[in-house]
């Protein structure tokens, strides 16, 4: 008997819900309780009277496990809509992530140099470190830091993946 397993696949999710306490817990404790995982999480207010959230979730699995997913999501009372905008078509992805490297020198003018190349900004700087704020998709954010590892990295914040349909239509 062969089993045929199927290749997870990563998909970007945005839910439109109510803003409203335990919301996110209970989207969160869908994906907990059914063992799913969720590589990236990002909520924001959308409404100009703050009766409306986005939550942009990012998360892998087989096309089935994706299905069950936002089935689920739907299902959920503060829910009002799902988008898989991987499977929806052309969509733009972006994240943010302030990149903190410390050193001095040849270390100083390289990591400089880097975040030149990567159009990373400089937003503080002491006689020691730097604080680099960089946007893009996660590729480009993941090998700014693995640069920058080789020139004093020290931490590294990320704000999560967010992202929106192209063309006129809301998403």
């Known amino acids: 008997m062969h089993i045929k397993e199927e290749l997870a696949e990563r998909h970007v999710l945005t839910l439109t819900v109510d803003n409203e306490a335990g919301t996110l817990a209970r989207i969160a404790g869908m994906f907990t309780s059914r063992g799913y995982n969720i590589d990236s999480l990002t909520v924001a207010d959308i409404s100009e009277d703050h009766t409306t959230s986005r939550i942009t979730i990012v998360t892998k699995g087989p096309p089935p496990v994706i299905d069950q997913i936002i089935a689920q999501c739907e299902r959920l009372v503060p829910v009002h809509k799902v988008t898989d905008l991987t499977e929806a078509g052309p ?61 004093g990295l020290v931490e590294v914040g990320r704000t999560g993946i967010v992202g929106l349909m192209r063309g006129s239509e809301a998403s």
């Open 91 to 151: 969509h733009v992805e972006r994240e943010l992530a302030l990149v903190k490297v410390q050193g001095s020198g040849d270390q100083r003018v390289e990591a400089m140099r880097l975040a030149d190349i990567y159009r990373a900004r400089v937003i503080d700087a002491t006689v020691s470190s730097f604080i680099f704020e960089i946007t893009g998709g996660p590729d480009k954010i993941d090998t700014f830091v693995t640069l920058m590892r080789e020139v």
